[in-house]
């Protein structure tokens, strides 16, 4: 699955969902695009397996 990306420099790109957590990790990029809109690296929750446990409110009851 490819995921739309915004670098810090304003490009815009796809990259494999494989990818995505080492550009988070790596701070290359500053946001990303789910189907609710775009995310915003650091400002909203998100989980990722290289950097341990999501840490967003828990949903689940």
């Known amino acids: 699955m490819l ?3 915004r ?3 304003g490009r815009i790109d796809l ?3 494989k990818k995505l957590d080492e ?3 790596m ?3 500053e ?7 775009w995310v915003k690296v650091g ?4 989980r990722s397996t290289l950097r ?3 840490s967003g409110f828990e949903r689940r009851r």
């Open 31 to 37: 946001q990303f695009e789910r189907s609710s809109g």
């Open 27 to 29: 701070s290359e990029i």
């Open 43 to 46: 400002a909203d929750p998100i």
């Open 52 to 54: 341990g446990h999501y």
């Open 23 to 25: 550009l988070i990790v």
């Open 3 to 5: 995921i739309r990306v």
């Open 15 to 17: 990259v494999p969902s």
């Open 7 to 9: 670098y810090k420099d």
